[in-house]
């Protein structure tokens, strides 16, 4: 892992994870909090891996979540 790409998305990701969209707060609230809470699975949210910031993360398992929320369909979206 690079990490100075690591050091520049840390800002980004920072400022993600105050402002989730619609469909992160979805997932978030209504699925992950009542799993993680029943079976102590711990998730990260905006989660930065190299050059990219995973949605949501779960180490035990190595599992990454990345949804396609509205905000790919806007114009000043980043890639």
């Given at each position: 892992?690079?990490?100075?790409?690591?050091?520049?998305?840390v800002?980004?990701?920072?400022e993600?994870?105050?402002?989730?969209?619609?469909?992160?707060?979805?997932?978030?609230?209504?699925?992950?909090?009542?799993?993680?809470?029943?079976?102590?699975?711990?998730?990260?949210?905006?989660?930065?891996?190299?050059?990219?910031?995973?949605?949501?993360?779960?180490?035990?398992?190595?599992?990454?979540?990345?949804?396609?929320?509205?905000?790919?369909?806007?114009?000043?979206?980043?890639?």
């Amino acid at each position: 892992m690079d990490r100075i790409q690591y050091k520049e998305n840390v800002p980004f990701a920072k400022e993600l994870r105050k402002n989730m969209t619609k469909e992160e707060k979805h997932l978030w609230y209504d699925y992950l909090k009542p799993y993680r809470q029943t079976f102590g699975i711990a998730f990260t949210r905006q989660k930065v891996f190299g050059n990219y910031i995973l949605d949501f993360y779960c180490p035990k398992a190595k599992l990454a979540i990345e949804l396609d929320g509205s905000q790919h369909y806007e114009e000043d979206a980043l890639y």
